[in-house]
Structures are given as structure tokens and as C-alpha cells.
């Protein structure tokens, strides 16, 4: 700000110090405020660590758009230009208004740039990452031949306020404005705007920001009543629908014009724009309807614990009826910023492409006014990313891993193998949470693993979503009990569900070329001796004929039956009888 409007920024301060009871007011000083230049119409974000303002630091004396930033001492930091939005412009052009998002995405402005509708136009721009994009127009449901300017955009995204005019009314030798609004319609576009009604709209209005709270609009106004020049006011939005008579912000207001009012999102604290400067000033109770606090919300990925870097929204429904949903969108870092009310309860939902819904609840009955609640959110994969490594089960610690096991997955609604990507040592799987598998693991020299699997989410939490396989080296007198090999009853026919688990010793033999095995059956204690052994030998003789029809060299095979002879467990109930009854192999 010029040498002799600061002089008189501070006789004014004295002057209006010394007559009323008005809170203190401060410069935000440098590096934002400057001797050499003029500051106007400072946007903050929700988290209120970003500051976008319109100055005329651009080439000889250009208005342009600039933005700082809080480092980790909570110090704003030089201003930077916002490159593609000021590059848009003619050398003349004006560019200035801004209105920043509260979810920090997206920024509106105003500007002349050639082949808008009228003088004005509104526009707006959207994060890309540490950048903007080029501005686009608002569209032409708002952008009309007249004059349009200092864009609000509403907490939820949904409802953006802006100045009108075509100056042709004049107060006391100042421009008059009237305050408009426009919603956004289903397809994403902007619909017809309405003129705010009275006691808002009096004739000479300028400058709207709508708050936090979605419901409080702080305004300019040249009305009866005022202390000098464009004042500040304030109005709340009524559950009917209606606005409430606007109120002098006696504590702020002076004989200059004051204007261009940014709140916080904790409502806590007002920056404006005042003799060329921003300055900042406490917000005293009675002038806030609602204690806020400002949510950072990171979204992660609950497996790799990284964030989700897809465009998504987070919503905050209050279990309060007349609380409307608050709307937040992510960044390209997942994270995320919304204010909400200090004493409500609400649930938070997000729903994003290939994980499953998130619906957590976030208690604000006991948070502090003003400050910021951070939390991590973190999204279960759907479906999820279950692997597994096996090891020698004889091994001492540490047991690495085997080299280049087989891991084969069905699908027991399907019966279908699911596709295993194996990189190294490990086998990763995509298994739909709730449903029922079964997993199969072999390693060469190594006898085979079949466990069945339900997919859990629970897994996530528990760190069970990598499955480490113990397997049984084949070694001589090595034994593997066969699962599921079943036959018809009192006969050695193989029923046709026996043919998953003997490929799995064709398999195992294939690998393992000089591996030769006795192949064994056994019987419970019902029946005779001479019979039980008779069919077991049957049986055992009918394994081998069905691995040599796979190609599997009979030489390598010996087929024999064991009858009652030899239990694994007593034979004092079904369960121990069925367990009795199998067929095994061992390492010849």
C-alpha cells in the first residue's frame, strides 16, 4: 500500500479507535502486505492456510491474482503469482475477485478477458496439483452483457453469489451493485441466477462472501444507518427460507469503505480489505450464529496405507435433521477439507471406484472451536489384494521364502481358477470379500498345500491378507494324506470329484521328475479284515492307474492297500472313522 494511504489507514484506526468499542484490528503485514503495492479481496481456504487476493503487482501495475501460504511455524510466506489465470489475460485486462473453494480445488475470479459477454465475466480455475488450470467461463446462464463481479462460492459447491450491475446507479458517487445468486444444476452447469431479495438487495450492495456455514452472507452496503462510506453487514439465511435483517458490523466498520470480508472457516476471525490493505479482526460472539472447526480428512488405501489419489468426494451427514450435508472434494493427494459444526455428530461416507463404501462416525460434541481435526480414512480395496508366499515347514527361523511356488485359487461358487500374478516369491490374488475359495500351493521338491479361504475384510485389520504356506519338503518316508480322493461306496470306482486334488499329484511328479511314491489306501474298522484290505488295495491300484493315464511313468508308482492296519486316529466315533478312511502317499 502507497506511503500516504498507510498514514491515513492509521489516523483512520485512531480516530475510529477512540469513538467506538471496536474490536482491534491488525494489519496481516508482510510479506503479503506491501508499501509498493495494493492488496483487495483476500479468499482463504478451509483449513485457512491458503490466501488467494487480488493485487497490482502485475506488469506495470496489472491486476492480477496471488496466492501464500502457511509453513509449519503457521507464517505466511511470499506471494506467488497464479500463472495460468494471470497469463490469460491482455496487458490491460483486470483480474481480481477471487473465491477459493472451501474443499481448496477450485477458484473463481472475475476478469475482462477478450470474448467474454460483457465487461466483466466470471470464470473459474481448478487445481492441478501444485497448479491451475486455464480459466474457464462460468457459462452464460450467469455471464450476461452486463457487468458481473467478486464471485462467493458456497461451502457445498452448490450455490455461487456474485455481484451485477451496469452502472448506471450511483450513491454518493460510488457504483451500485446488486447481489445475485445462481444454483448448480444436476449436469454440473450453473442455473439461472436470482437477485437476492430485500432487506439484502437496498439499492447499493457490493462485495458478497457466503460463510462456512453454507447460511451467513457478509456483505457491502451504502444503506441508511451506515458509518460512512460502503459498510460491512451481515445476514442468516432462515430455515423458511428467508433472510434476516442485515446487521451493521459495528466492530469493523469506519468512515472509508470497507469491503472484500474473507471469514475463516472456524468463524473465528475476518480478513478484509481496508485503505488498500488486508487486515484482520476478531469476530465477537454475537456475530456468530454457529461455533466452527475445519476437518482435514486424508483418504488412504487401507492395504498399502498410500493415498488415494482418485477424484472423489467426502460427505459429512449431521445426525442433526435441519443440518444440511456438508460435501468436500479430494485432492490429488487424497486429502480432503470441510467445516463443520463444533457439537453436532456425523457420519462420514465416501464411495470410490474399486474400493468398498466408507461410513465412519466423527463425533464434534466435544471438539475446540477454531481448530483443525485432522483424521486418516482409510478405504478397503474391493476386491481385496490377498498373496501368499510358502516356506519349508522344517525350516528354522528365519524361513525364507520358496522360489517360484505354484498358487492356484478357484472360485467355489464357479469352480473357475482366478488369474495369479506372481512376481518373485509371492502370488497376489483379487478375492471379492464374503465369498468362499480354495487355495492350492506346491513348490518343486515340495509336497502341496489345499486349504479353503472366505475372503474377509476383517483380514485388513488383522494383517492377514498375505497367507504364508508351510509346505512339506519331499523327502524319503515323507507322507501327504490326500484330501478329498473319494470313491464309490463299497467300491474302488473314483468319483469324478477326486480328479482336482490327483492332478495335484501329477502336478507335484511333473516338477519333481525323480520323485517315485507308494500310493496308499486305507479303510475305517467296519467291515472284515480280508474285505477292508482287498478294497483298499483296489482303491490304491485305481489312484495309480488314474496318475498313469496322465502321463505320469507307472514305474515311479507303487500301489498298495493297508486295510484297518493302520489308523490314524482310534475308531471311536464317525468323525475319527472318516478321517481313517483316505489315501495318502509317501516318498519311496
Request: net charge neutral; charged share 25%; aromatic share 8%.
Amino acid at each position: 500500500m502507497p506511503l500516504r494511504l498507510l498514514c491515513l489507514a492509521f489516523l483512520l484506526l485512531s480516530i475510529y479507535g477512540s469513538h467506538t468499542q471496536a474490536q482491534v484490528r491488525r494489519p496481516v503485514g508482510p510479506p503479503i502486505n506491501s508499501s509498493q503495492f495494493t492488496e483487495y479481496a483476500p479468499s482463504l481456504s478451509a483449513n485457512s492456510k491458503t490466501m488467494i487476493f487480488e493485487t497490482d503487482r502485475g506488469p506495470n501495475g496489472r491486476w492480477e491474482l496471488y496466492f501464500s501460504e502457511k509453513n509449519d511455524k503457521n507464517k505466511w510466506q511470499p506471494p506467488k503469482p497464479i500463472t495460468k489465470v494471470n497469463a490469460r489475460g491482455r496487458d490491460n485486462d483486470l483480474i481480481g475477485g477471487p473465491s477459493i473453494s472451501y474443499d481448496g480445488q477450485t477458484l473463481y475470479f472475475f476478469s475482462s478477458f477478450e470474448g467474454g459477454q460483457g465487461d466483466m465475466d466470471l470464470y473459474y480455475s481448478e487445481r492441478q496439483g501444485e497448479d491451475w488450470s486455464e480459466p474457464k467461463s462460468v457459462g452464460n446462464a450467469i455471464n450476461t452483457a452486463r457487468y458481473e463481479g467478486f464471485p462467493s462460492i458456497s461451502p457445498d459447491g452448490k450455490r455461487l453469489y456474485f455481484i451485477r450491475d451496469n452502472f448506471v446507479k450511483r450513491r454518493d458517487k460510488e457504483i451500485c451493485y446488486t447481489l445475485w445468486a445462481s444454483t448448480r444444476q444436476d449436469d454440473g452447469t450453473w442455473g439461472t441466477p436470482e437477485q437476492l431479495p430485500a432487506p439484502i438487495n437496498l439499492g447499493c450492495e457490493k462485495s458478497p462472501r457466503i460463510m462456512a456455514d453454507g447460511r451467513t452472507i457478509i456483505f457491502s452496503s451504502l444503506r441508511p444507518g451506515g458509518v460512512g462510506s460502503f459498510d460491512l453487514y451481515q445476514s442468516f439465511l432462515e430455515d423458511d427460507g428467508t433472510w434476516s435483517d442485515p446487521i451493521n458490523l459495528s466492530y469493523i466498520n469506519t468512515e472509508a469503505a470497507d469491503q472484500f470480508a474473507s471469514v475463516s472457516a472456524a468463524g473465528d476471525l475476518m480478513y478484509y480489505q481496508h485503505s488498500g490493505d488486508i487486515f484482520t479482526v476478531t469476530i465477537p460472539d454475537k456475530f456468530r450464529k454457529y461455533k466452527l472447526v475445519t476437518l482435514d480428512a486424508q483418504l488412504v488405501d487401507a492395504v498399502t496405507k498410500k493415498p488415494i489419489a482418485l477424484a472423489s468426494t467426502l460427505t459429512a451427514r449431521s445426525s442433526t435433521p435441519k443440518e444440511k450435508p456438508i460435501t468436500g472434494k479430494t485432492t490429488a493427494e487424497g486429502r480432503v477439507s470441510m467445516v463443520l459444526r463444533v457439537g453436532s455428530k456425523y457420519a462420514l461416507t465416501t464411495q470410490m471406484p474399486g474400493y468398498l463404501a466408507l461410513n465412519q462416525p466423527l463425533d464434534m460434541t466435544t471438539a475446540k472451536e477454531g481448530t483443525a481435526v485432522e483424521r486418516t480414512l482409510a478405504l478397503v480395496p474391493n476386491p481385496l489384494p490377498y498373496s501368499f508366499e510358502c516356506f519349508d515347514k522344517d525350516a528354522k527361523e528365519p524361513r525364507p521364502a520358496l522360489k517360484a511356488p505354484s498358487i492356484k485359487v478357484m472360485d467355489m461358487e464357479t469352480k473357475k481358477l482366478l488369474e495369479v500374478k506372481l512376481d518373485g516369491d509371492r502370488a497376489t490374488v483379487l478375492l471379492e470379500p464374503g465369498k468362499n475359495y480354495k487355495v492350492a500351493a506346491q513348490a518343486a521338491n515340495y509336497g502341496f498345500f489345499v486349504r479353503p479361504l472366505v475372503a474377509d475384510t476383517a483380514d485388513v485389520a488383522k494383517n492377514r491378507l498375505l497367507r504364508k504356506i508351510p509346505l512339506a519338503a519331499m523327502k524319503k518316508d515323507a507322507t501327504v494324506v490326500l484330501e478329498n480322493i473319494t470313491f464309490e461306496t463299497g467300491s474302488a470306482a473314483l468319483k469324478p470329484e477326486s480328479s482336482e486334488e490327483l492332478d495335484r499329484v501329477v502336478e507335484l511328479l511333473t516338477s519333481s521328475p525323480d520323485l517315485k511314491l507308494e500310493l496308499s489306501a486305507h479303510t475305517d474298522d467296519v467291515g472284515g479284515d480280508d474285505i477292508n484290505l482287498k478294497l483298499s488295495d483296489k482303491r490304491a491300484n485305481s489312484v495309480l492307474k488314474y496318475l498313469s493315464g496322465k502321463g505320469v511313468d507307472a514305474k515311479r508308482l507303487l500301489a498298495k492297500g493297508y486295510g484297518k492296519t493302520q489308523p490314524l486316529v482310534p475308531n471311536d466315533s464317525d468323525e475319527s472313522r472318516a478321517k481313517n478312511r483316505r489315501v495318502q502317499f509317501k516318498i519311496r
